[in-house]
């Protein structure tokens, strides 16, 4: 890796003062950069993929390591929770089992241990091409999307083009499912978004995976109340003891005492360059008893408009899979 | 004393190269006895470095670092056939801490893989050895590549090596063409497996501790303590008997670490440029490009059978993918028997790195092969596949292990019809069958020197490769001298020690064992002859058991037996002996799998791998061998593989995240069987035939389970998913 400055943030607000540009004029990539756990920066500074002239260590503000009750019933992250936490937390599992099962389906207990919440969403993308540092794909500001034509085994089915990526979180997909909110801390103060608008697609900025501008971190996220604990995260590797999704599912349902659906949510994880929310196959359950006929009905439409590449066709009937498996889990 | 003949197998780096006839003293010597009869030997052992390699205590080459030495860099090429047209080293020089800067490809020369290096560079850390490699000005002109065998087949692919293609065939192609007409069952199939690497924990690591004077230590990751001196003296310019190489331990070679390579090449050539120690530690991504790798195969047959269960003929095309080296595949029909054969082998080269010996070279993916084939054929004949296999192999070995597999797997609950059975998960078992030479040669010296205070040392120069070469030495000493493990040490690992042979084709023990056995008989024998009067005893009547030495009746402790030797205790040495080795070994694996027909996930539930040996030295080494084997058979099945970028000619997975191993999770329950039923009372290496037959034992299980024939490895979900997609369509 290039050599940088280290500097230890006592507070979201040096944080911010630190993360400023030191040069505005260079590359997105070559700005100063925050880092939680590090486990994805590391990787991606020794592969001089990014090059920052300084490194933030956010490990050194405090309190932003908790999980706490909001009051109304739901639960705020600190940014700087380790997954580890997250998949062991006693009222994660009880009201949000689904994302203690997408907490536990990251990488390695090693990596869980130090990766953090906020470094999870903010993570770059896997794809093979990106990571190899002598050849400039479109998302590193080259003029090529390589995997197009390339080994594009892994890569995105829905929300590409100029750029074929997958999101490579697994908080991300299940969070949006919980419906959770999240804050962006930065120069010009503090702002909340819905999380499934955090993220964006390559054509809006193909240089970016989300909203985050030079000196902007996230600081929390929140959870709202769910209105049942019927959430579930269903996690697709090719590896189970160390992988990202080929695909994945994470899905959030509401039933009335009959059992008919009130209400769902459906995000799909590896296959898009954004999680891939689904609102036509929610809309679609809402109203109706969940069966095998209904599943797969959903999953079909779930999975309507997907692009795949040469090598990746396989991720619809992948998906299609999980997502009926996933609502047959969240009816029983 | 009189001479006989021997033959013994020829290795050259790893690979198996025929026999050659060699002399040896025809002396009776020492004998192993019956394999129960052992009192350590042939029973579960705790390897004897265990504690101090889990507690990292244990010193690699990578742990070694001499006052003032220097790490080393690659600067590699990112091209993947390219010229060098510019190459300025003066500012990779300018940099604080950088001590040497030296060009591997000069302008004008050619690189033909990405990862050849290009340059390299000594300095004071390896930070600024790195940031050296990033100042060097260097540009390319890209001549053609090709990365892909598939495309290097094609007739106006780019030429990748100069010398023309060599065609090895075999047999009668129009007999055997003939005998295909009036089969009832033909097969006609092709099948593919990409290259793979060998993911050493330890990367290829060399550290010359040079300082410019008149010797060198050179600590080396490597398979032959002696393939050092002699390669490093030349490039210190040093005779070779003032370079000592160190060998303390060593993480992992399956192959691909004979002689110094081309990380110690540069650490030496950078040693000498500076007159101070170098260490070149190659990065994990330099591992993959340019460490070597075991060569892909395209395999193309056409083969059948009769309804009774023989095979009759088979035609074989094979292609072995070495990259710009050379290797062959082991010839079909493999281990079979058929009445006609017909096989035309070559190598064809693409821009990659030279493939080197890697796990029973050629013999997986031959395997692999082979037995896909035959099971293609077992089922089109509607045989048991088990008993198809009985059917075409001569040997008893095969035909008991197959029994006993089969017993332990369970074979009589595999689906009879492959993919039936209602739900999603979706079981199957398959099997197959391999062989490998595992012989010994007469190239080691030991040393057994007994103390007057009754210490006992083994010594001979010997690498362990964490097989449990250590653990060994010592047993066969302590047994031999009546004594236990813990009364034995062991000196290995250094040039300054008797020679011995390099660890490849799976020939240490059956070529150490012998020596280290004559050695302690040897000392045995003299240790007799000097107790044998203060017991009153003749020497030849003296017992040596249980800590003491006995005879006429009386017994002396041990110690104070070793307190009637001479002031420098007593030295006897060790040669080869052929009577306590032998060679050939057989190996049988079955696997059982779950496959997930909607998502194309496979788990393997079970594997069970029986295997011969002739003696087994220690059943514990045996059985971590056995697993191992299974691990990397289910690896090569389900999840490894280099893969390549056509347009670019570059390696696009060269990490360990996305060059998938089984990983903890991937681990079925795991049945290691030593085959007792080889009586043979001499020591095989085994290590190499234990991760030839799982391959096509797990592809034939998921063929069982799913329905699916998947013929091109890595056996990954998507390939299922598109079978089984492919199948469904077939049905409506």
Request: proline share 6%.
């Given at each position: ?68 009750a909001?009051?109304?019933g ?7 929770v ?9 009222e ?20 869980r ?14 794809c ?9 794909c ?26 074929n990526?997958?999101?490579p ?8 499912a ?6 962006i ?10 999380l ?8 809006t ?26 959430s579930?995260?269903l ?10 999704a ?16 009130r ?38 439409i ?12 396989y991720k619809?009937p992948?998906?299609q899979?999980?997502?009926?498996r ?5 009816n029983? | ?11 050259v ?40 390699k ?26 993947a ?14 940099l ?8 591997v ?8 893989f990405?990862?050849e ?6 300095a ?13 000005v ?12 598939a495309?290097?087949?094609?007739p ?10 060599r065609?090895?065939?075999?047999g009668?192609?129009?007999q ?9 069952a ?5 099948y ?6 060998h ?25 032959g ?11 210190l ?13 060593m ?21 000498k ?11 994990r ?6 460490a ?15 309804k ?17 080296g050379n ?11 058929a ?14 790195d030279?493939?080197?010996a ?13 037995e896909s084939?035959?099971?293609e ?15 075409n ?5 095969w ?17 009879k019809?492959?993919g039936?059975?209602?739900?999603n998960l979706r ?12 012989g010994g040669?007469a190239?080691?010296?030991?040393d ?10 083994a010594?001979?120069?010997?690498q ?54 004559d ?6 024998v003299e ?6 009067p203060?017991l ?6 003296v017992v040596f058991?249980?800590?003491?030495v006995?005879?006429?009746g ?14 420098a ?14 060679s ?13 027909i909607?998502t ?21 080494a ?19 593989g ?24 991937e681990?079925?329950?795991?049945i290691?069987?030593?085959?007792d039923?080889?009586?043979?009372q001499?020591?095989?290496g085994m ?7 799982g391959?096509g034992?797990v ?10 024939r ?5 056996i ?17």
């Open positions: 890796m290039n050599s940088f400055q280290w500097a230890n943030a006592a507070t979201v607000e040096d944080a911010v003062k630190l993360l400023k540009p030191t040069d505005p004029k260079a590359d997105v990539d070559q700005q100063p950069m925050p880092m939680g756990g590090g486990q994805d920066l590391l990787t991606s500074l020794k592969a001089y993929i990014v090059k920052p002239p300084r490194v933030v260590n956010l490990k050194t503000i405090q309190g932003m390591d908790k999980i706490e909001d009051g109304k739901g639960l705020k992250l600190g940014a700087l380790v997954l580890s936490t997250l998949e062991e937390h006693p994660v599992r009880a009201k949000y089992p689904g994302l203690a099962e997408a907490a536990f389906s990251i990488a390695t207990p090693q990596i241990n130090l990766g953090t919440v906020g470094g999870n969403l903010c993570q770059r993308p896997r093979w091409y990106f990571r190899l540092e002598n050849y400039n479109r998302k590193k500001g080259g003029d090529e999307c390589f995997a197009k034509g390339g080994e594009n085994k892994y890569n995105a089915i829905f929300g590409g083009g100029k750029s990526y997958v999101h979180s697994d908080l991300a997909p299940m969070l949006i919980l419906d959770a909110t999240v804050t801390a930065g120069p010009d103060g503090k702002r909340t978004m819905p499934g608008e955090f993220f964006i697609l390559p054509a900025n193909v240089r970016r995976e989300n909203v985050l501008k030079e000196g902007e971190i996230v600081t929390e996220i929140q959870i709202p109340a769910a209105p049942s604990p019927r579930t995260y996690k697709f590797k090719e590896r189970d003891s160390l992988d990202f080929m695909s994945a599912v994470a899905a959030a349902i509401d039933l009335a005492p009959d059992k008919t659906v209400q769902a949510r459906l995000v799909l994880g590896g296959v898009g360059t954004i999680p891939w929310r689904v609102p036509a196959a929610e809309a679609f359950l809402v109203g109706k008893k969940l069966s095998d006929e209904v599943n797969s009905q959903a999953a079909k779930a999975l309507d408009g997907a692009k795949p590449m040469e090598q990746n066709e619809i992948l998906t899979a999980l997502v009926r996933a609502l047959a889990k969240l029983a | 004393m009189a001479k006989k003949t021997v033959k013994v197998p020829k290795i780096d790893g690979v198996p190269v025929g026999e050659v006839e060699i002399q040896v003293d025809d002396n009776g010597g020492p004998s192993w006895g019956a394999n129960d009869k052992h009192r350590l030997l042939n029973k579960p052992m705790i390897r004897v470095d265990g504690a101090a889990a507690t990292g205590t244990a010193i690699y080459t990578q742990d070694v670092r001499p006052k003032g030495m220097l790490f080393g860099r690659f600067l590699a090429s990112p091209r056939h390219a010229k060098v047209t510019k190459l300025d080293l003066e500012p990779a020089k300018k604080a801490g950088v001590k040497a800067v030296l060009a490809v000069n302008v004008g020369g050619e690189v033909r990405e990862g290096p290009v340059v390299a560079v000594a004071t850390t390896p930070e600024v050895a790195e940031d050296a490699t990033r100042a060097i260097v540009e390319f002109q890209d001549l053609p590549h090709v990365v892909k065998g495309e290097a087949l094609q106006n692919a780019p030429q990748v090596v100069a010398r023309p293609p065609i090895q065939k075999q009668d192609a129009e055997t063409a003939k005998a295909l007409e009036s089969c009832d033909v097969i006609e199939a092709q593919t497996s990409p290259m793979l690497h993911c050493c924990l330890e990367t290829h690591s060399i550290t010359a501790d040079f300082n410019g004077k008149d010797t060198a230590t050179v600590y080396a990751s490597t398979q303590t002696f393939t050092i001196p002699g390669d490093s003296a030349r490039e310019g040093l005779p070779q008997n003032k370079v000592t190489s160190i060998v303390q331990n993480g992992g070679g399956f192959g691909s670490k004979f002689g110094i390579g081309i990380a110690g090449q540069w650490a030496c050539r950078l040693a440029e500076v007159g101070a120690p170098v260490k070149m530690a190659l990065t991504r330099e591992e993959f490009l340019a070597g790798n075991g060569p892909g195969s395209i395999q193309k047959f056409k083969a059948g059978a009769s009774d269960g023989k095979l009759v003929a088979v035609m074989a095309t094979q292609y072995a993918l070495p990259g710009i290797s062959n595949l082991a010839g079909q029909p493999y281990q079979y028997k009445e006609h054969t017909y096989r035309e082998a070559q190598a064809v080269h693409t821009n990659e030279a493939s080197v890697m796990r029973a070279p050629g013999h997986p993916q031959a395997s692999f092969a082979m084939l035959m099971d054929l077992a089922y089109k004949i509607g045989m048991d596949p088990v008993e198809f296999r009985k059917k192999v001569q040997d008893a070995a035909h008991r292990q197959l029994d006993r597999g089969a017993k332990e797997i369970g074979w009589e609950n595999r689906n019809t492959p039936e059975g209602k739900g079981r199957g078992m398959g099997c197959g069958i391999g062989a490998w030479g595992g040669n190239q080691c010296q030991v057994v020197t007994i103390g007057k205070d009754g210490s006992v040392i010594a001979v120069g010997s362990d490769l964490g097989t449990g070469t250590r653990t060994y030495i010592r047993a066969i000493v302590a047994e031999e001298l009546g004594l236990e493990m813990n009364d034995v040490v062991e000196h290995i690992g250094s040039s300054k020690l008797g020679n011995a042979n390099a660890s490849g084709g799976s020939t240490t023990a059956a070529s150490l064992s012998p020596a280290v056995k050695a302690a008989y040897n000392a045995r240790m007799a002859k000097r107790v044998a203060l009153g005893a003749q020497a030849d009547g058991d249980q800590g003491r006995m005879g006429n009386k017994s002396l402790p041990w110690k104070q037996a070793c307190a009637a030797l001479p002031e205790g007593l030295t006897a040495h060790g040669k080869w002996q052929p009577n306590l080795s032998s050939g070994v057989h190996g049988a694996s079955f696997a059982e799998v779950e496959v997930d909607e194309g996930h496979v788990r393997v539930v079970k594997m069970c791998h029986v295997q011969d040996c002739g003696l087994p030295l220690n059943r514990t045996l059985h971590s061998q056995i697993n191992g084997g299974m691990i990397q058979s289910m690896g090569m099945a389900l999840y490894e280099r893969v390549m970028d056509s347009d670019l000619g570059v390696m696009v997975n060269p990490g360990l995240g996305d060059y998938k191993i089984p990983g903890t999770l681990i079925p329950e795991m290691p069987i030593i085959d039923g080889d009586d043979r001499a020591v095989i290590a190499e035939g234990a991760n030839v037959p391959v034992a592809c034939n299980a998921v063929y069982n389970a799913c329905g699916v998947v013929r091109d490895l890595p990954t979900p998507d390939k299922i998913l598109s079978g089984i997609i492919a199948m469904q369509k077939r049905m409506t």
